[in-house]
C-alpha cells in the first residue's frame, strides 16, 4: 500500500519552545532553511499527487511565521488534496488568517490549534514560553473571524496528555469546546522516544514504560479513562489513535498496544527536504536527488516498512 498523505514540516523555525517538541532542528541550533513556494509545490505537491496522495498536514516549527504558507496553502488545495494546518497560533496576523480561511473554505480542510491547558502556569510550562494570554486571544480572533467570514473551516484543538496537565485537562476540554466555541478537540499522549528503528524499538518501549513514577502513571491512566469516557457522551471529543486500552498500554507495557502502526499511511518531509517513514524515525532520503516516485521504490523505505509491521510502542495518529 502507497501512502496516502504527507505530513510536511513547512519550517524548523518556531516562535514557542516546547520540551517535548519532535521537531528538533530550531532547538538544536539547526541553520535557517524553508524551502520555497515553487519548490514545494514542484518536489513534493505536484509528484506527489501523481502518485494519488490525497492530503497534506502543513507543520513545522511554525507554519504561520512562513511568509509563503498561505500561498502554499492555495497550491494545495488548487491540486486537489484536503489541508490540514497545524498552528500553535502564537502569531495571529488578521490580513494573513483571512487569506487562509478563503482558500480553506470547505469541510473537508482544517486548521488545528494546540492547547493544552486551561492554567496558565501549565501552558507555559508545556510551550515552553509566556504564551497562554496571547494563544487565548488569538483563538478567540480566529473564532470571531471565522464567523464574521462565513467560511466552513473547521476549527479543532490539539491537547497533549502529559504529567503537566494531567490534573486539568477535563476543564480544557470543556473550555476549548464550550468556550473558545472550537468544533472539535483532538486529544493525543505525549511521546518521548528518541529515533527509533527496528534494532532498538523494544529497548525503547522499555525505557518509555519506566519514565514516570508509579502514581504518575495512575494518574495519567485515570485521566485517560476520563477522556475515552468523554468520546463517548460527546463527539466534539476523540482520541488520536487507537482504544483507551491502547492508551493505558503506552504507561504500562507499550509493546501491549494492539492497533497496528499506520505510519505506512504518510510519507514525512522536513524542510531540509529529508524523509521519514515515521515522525519519531531515522530520516531515510532526500527528496532532492530522486524524488518521491524513487524514495518510495528505495532499499531505506521497504526496510522502513518492515519496522511499521512489527513496530506498536506509540499512539500517534499518522492516518
Known amino acids: 500500500m502507497k501512502p496516502f498523505a504527507i505530513y510536511f514540516g513547512i519550517t524548523q523555525l518556531c516562535n514557542m519552545r516546547c520540551p517535548m517538541c519532535i521537531t528538533r532542528g530550531h532547538k ?191 494518574k495519567l491512566v485515570s485521566a485517560s479513562l476520563e477522556i475515552a469516557e468523554l468520546t463517548k457522551k460527546d463527539p466534539r471529543v476523540e482520541l488520536a489513535k487507537g482504544e483507551v486500552k491502547d492508551w493505558v498500554a503506552l504507561y504500562n507495557n507499550p509493546t501491549d498496544i494492539k492497533k497496528r502502526c499506520e505510519a505506512d499511511n504518510m510519507i514525512f518531509i522536513d524542510s531540509y527536504w529529508n524523509i521519514r517513514g515515521c515522525l519519531f524515525g531515522e530520516v531515510l532520503g532526500n527528496v532532492k536527488p530522486g524524488g518521491i516516485a524513487e524514495f518510495l521504490e528505495s532499499k531505506k523505505y521497504t526496510d522502513f516498512l518492515k519496522l511499521c509491521a512489527v513496530c506498536n510502542i506509540c499512539t500517534h495518529g499518522c492516518s
Open 28 to 218: 538544536a541550533g539547526a541553520p535557517k532553511m524553508e524551502l520555497t513556494r515553487r519548490e514545494i509545490r514542484n518536489t513534493i505537491l505536484k509528484p506527489c499527487k501523481d502518485l494519488g496522495m490525497v492530503s497534506i498536514a502543513i507543520s513545522g516549527g511554525e507554519p504561520l511565521i512562513v511568509r509563503h504558507t498561505a500561498a502554499t496553502l492555495s497550491d494545495a488545495v488548487k491540486l486537489g488534496y484536503s489541508v490540514y494546518l497545524a498552528t500553535n497560533l502564537l502569531k495571529f496576523d488578521t490580513g494573513m488568517m483571512k487569506k487562509i480561511f478563503r482558500i480553506l473554505d470547505d469541510e473537508k480542510h482544517c486548521i488545528q490549534v494546540s492547547f493544552d491547558s486551561i492554567e496558565t502556569a501549565q501552558m507555559n510550562a508545556i510551550r515552553g514560553k509566556d504564551v497562554f494570554f496571547d494563544v487565548v486571544n488569538h483563538c478567540m480572533e480566529l473564532v470571531s473571524l471565522r464567523e464574521k467570514l462565513n467560511v466552513k473551516t473547521p476549527l479543532v484543538g490539539s491537547a497533549i496528555l502529559q504529567p503537566n496537565n494531567v490534573d486539568s485537562i477535563i476543564k480544557t476540554i470543556d473550555y476549548v469546546i464550550n468556550e473558545l466555541k472550537f468544533d472539535k478537540i483532538l486529544v493525543q499522549q505525549r511521546h518521548d522516544y528518541p529515533v527509533i528503528n527496528i534494532d532498538n524499538y523494544k529497548e525503547q518501549a522499555a525505557i518509555s514504560t519506566n519514565r514516570y513514577d508509579t502514581a504518575m502513571n495512575e
